[in-house]
């Protein structure tokens, strides 16, 4: 197999292009996204609502709608035991097996996720008896003890219905329907965005605590860049469904070298904040069915030259695991340096 | 201001003091009774059919052409009896002296409603209304329930799997039969299906499928008999499915796709389910929620809705017995019958509060979980 020098790659996608069908055209959502997830590491993507975060994670798990199509590239998976999987090729039978057992994920609205005529202990049931797991005994040990671990109360939570639950117990409900089959590959889809600051606050310990405990890959999805900063060993920013750069989290947060990546963290407001304001980025993102041409981010970029106009930057190597596509990869980095983050999320 | 001397502040307190005891217990469980969903429906409803017997009551009485007027004068002419005998004739049919006072009247009807006797049919004499109720009532209950049933699982199963297949060729001819057969009248149907395919085209000999069964079978358990009851129940049972699928169709297709347009749907995929369990659990129970309350509104109307089917092919049921009653002003029947229409609506409603609740835990009702 053409996988990467590491061995301990779970996840390894390659130059992945998925586009929607439209009425207008042709959308290209997610265009020629490479990175690879080792065992047990974070990585968060970054970026504006309709970058094509959400596209890509549903591609992982091939879980498109009927109107998007992957236009090429490589989804490649290894299991436990070292073989291998390509996950485009699956056929259903075998998509279905895949999917939850080696890769799951907690959806963006858990308020929706769980289906409201059913208990949350059949939808556990149902999960299990779809993988071949039809003692219903070790389903509900299982169970119980992931909602001790993600700190729910097991008895009452298992037998309840998912109206009777408040916002963030459902989200920790899914977090542990999520990993009941002991994936190794978990996705977060914003997974704090629809709760409050204290449940925010739990979901996040909670996390952090069984990711070690229970020792999955994970991809996190966040436009909340504390969060990010928080949970991921590696980031990626998105832009216009490319990833624009990607790298470990202290390297790209303190030498940011896209000017969307400093945009991003110039956007987050600091407790030590003196004079400096926060600076938002102006403009909107662009149109995906006719991209700008050139850098996709030159309309909105401070730093765009007349060659970012016209020339697409490549993503070049910058440091060690530290890749970034911007022709101003210098002055970014250096005005980023100038102002310095003391405080930046840690 | 007047200066009232304050009382002994200890007594006061003691007056005040809550005394738990039997009368305590005994009055909060019956607010809690009172207060539970299930007996407020109850009470609703059997107010609601109090309100109705009392209406008809009221106003078979106040009707131009008083009922009993008009029989003592049918019966002076017919029969050239004498005002008198006439008018204690008629007083013997209606059971009810149409001199007395109308509170007198009222009370003396309710009381015997209560104890399930609707009085004497007008037209034949001497037939208490009950009977022909319960003689007539099986009839419409088979053909009009049988009827609902088969539209009700067509148009669940169709408009399923026209949301499935959304846009596809089989969809849109679907939405168009649906559109045009949920625009057409019942009775139209029916005209249509003697006039067309029995008169013109002779698809059957309209004068064989007539009528409710054919006379020359003995009754029984039978294959005969029950093949001729299906054979006449067939044309009314088939305008029913038509008149009320193409409504079934197209609102299963519209709760399933905007069913299927719900994240758990997504989620559940995600999961591996199989697409049947998905189908059945999680995509169907949650698209035929809104159906059921239609269904128990139709099941209500099951017994009026019938009338004029009924009338045209001849189906002996209570709403073609309705109609004939109504020509020849039986008003004792009329009231029996309205009783009846009135009563088959509240109860299915109340069926439908109840059953909606078991199907949705999120409305489930009465007993709140601790």
């Not at chain 2, 008999?225 to 609102?251: E, N, Q, R």
């Not at chain 2, 997504?266 to 169907?284: D, M």
């Not at chain 2, 929620?289 to 019938?306: C, D, K, M, N, Q």
């Not at chain 2, 949705?360 to 007993?367: A, F, H, I």
Request: proline share 5%; glycine share 8%; net charge neutral.
């Amino acid at each position: 197999m053409t996988f990467n020098s590491h061995n301990d790659v779970v996840l390894s996608v390659q130059d992945l292009s998925i586009s929607y069908l439209t009425p207008r055209g042709r959308l290209r959502a997610v265009s020629h996204a490479s990175f690879d997830l080792h065992q047990g590491e974070t990585l968060a993507l970054i970026g504006e609502s309709g970058c094509g975060k959400s596209t890509l994670n549903l591609g992982l798990m091939r879980l498109l709608p009927t109107n998007a199509r992957v236009d090429g590239g490589r989804i490649e998976y290894t299991r436990r035991d070292g073989a291998p999987i390509d996950v485009l090729r699956l056929n259903d039978r075998q998509l279905r097996q895949f999917r939850w057992s080696e890769c799951s994920m907690v959806f963006q609205a858990a308020l929706n996720s769980l289906n409201p005529v059913i208990r949350v202990r059949d939808m556990f049931y149902d999960t299990a008896a779809a993988h071949g797991k039809r003692f219903r005994r070790q389903v509900r040990d299982r169970a119980l003890d992931l909602f001790r671990r993600v700190r729910l109360d097991p008895e009452r939570v298992f037998n309840a219905y998912p109206h009777e639950l408040s916002g963030g117990m459902r989200q920790r409900v899914l977090l542990a329907l999520a990993l009941l089959l002991n994936p190794q590959v978990v996705i977060l889809d914003e997974p704090t965005t629809a709760v409050d600051i204290l449940t925010q606050r739990t979901i996040i310990e909670v996390l952090k605590a069984i990711r070690e405990e229970l020792n999955f890959s994970t991809i996190f999805i966040s436009h909340d860049l504390s969060v990010a900063a928080e949970m991921a060993d590696t980031v990626a920013t998105m832009y216009a469904g490319e990833i624009v750069e990607i790298g470990p989290v202290y390297e790209l947060f303190y030498r940011p070298r896209h000017a969307y990546t400093l945009g991003l963290l110039e956007a987050v407001p600091r407790l030590s904040a003196g004079e400096e304001e926060l600076v938002s980025i102006p403009g909107s993102p662009p149109d995906l069915i006719e991209p700008p041409a050139g850098c996709k981010f030159h309309v909105r970029c401070p730093f765009a030259t007349d060659r970012c106009r016209v020339e697409p930057p490549p993503l070049e190597p910058v440091g060690e695991n530290h890749l970034a596509a911007c022709w101003e990869k210098a002055r970014v980095l250096t005005h980023a340096l100038e102002n310095a983050y003391h405080d930046a999320p840690r | 201001m007047e200066a009232t001397p304050a009382p002994p502040v200890p007594l006061e307190q003691e007056a005040h003091m809550p005394r738990p005891g039997a009368a305590g217990l005994l009055r909060q469980g019956l607010r809690r009774i009172a207060t539970s969903y299930t007996f407020r429906v109850i009470v609703q409803g059997a107010l609601t059919l109090w309100a109705v017997t009392t209406f008809t009551f009221v106003m078979i009485r106040q009707m131009p052409g008083n009922p009993v007027d008009i029989k003592i004068d049918q019966l002076m002419q017919t029969r050239g009896m004498t005002y008198e005998e006439a008018r204690n004739m008629a007083a013997g049919l209606f059971e009810f002296d149409p001199n007395a006072p109308i509170l007198e009247q009222y009370l003396d009807y309710m009381g015997k409603l209560i104890q399930g006797d609707m009085g004497q049919s007008i037209s034949s004499a001497g037939t208490p209304v009950i009977d022909q109720i319960l003689r007539y009532l099986p009839w419409t209950l088979f053909s009009v329930g049988s009827g609902l049933l088969i539209s009700f699982t067509l148009g669940v199963f169709i408009g399923m799997a026209m949301a499935y297949w959304r846009g596809s060729a089989f969809d849109n001819i679907m939405t168009a039969f649906a559109s045009i057969v949920y625009g057409i009248p019942d009775f139209v149907i029916a005209l249509l299906i003697l006039l067309v395919a029995g008169v013109q085209l002779q698809l059957f000999r309209v004068g064989s499928v007539l009528g409710g069964v054919d006379n020359d079978i003995q009754a029984g358990f039978n294959l005969a008999y029950i093949g001729s009851l299906i054979k006449h129940a067939a044309l009314p049972v088939l305008t029913y499915v038509l008149a009320s699928v193409g409504g079934w169709i197209l609102t299963m297709k519209s709760s399933t796709i905007s069913t299927l347009g719900e994240d758990y749907i997504t989620v559940a995929r995600a999961r591996g389910l199989s697409e049947g369990r998905i189908l059945t659990a999680y995509v169907g129970r949650n698209a035929m929620l809104p159906l059921v309350t239609r269904l128990a509104i139709s099941i209500g109307f099951v017994v009026g809705g019938s009338v004029i089917i009924e009338t045209i092919f001849l189906y002996p049921g209570l709403g073609r017995h309705l109609f004939l009653a109504i020509g020849s002003r039986d008003y004792t029947t009329m009231q029996g019958v309205f009783l009846v229409i009135a009563f088959t609506v509240v109860a299915s409603n109340i069926l439908a509060d109840l059953l909606f609740g078991l199907l949705d835990p999120r409305v489930r009702v009465g007993g709140q979980q601790s």
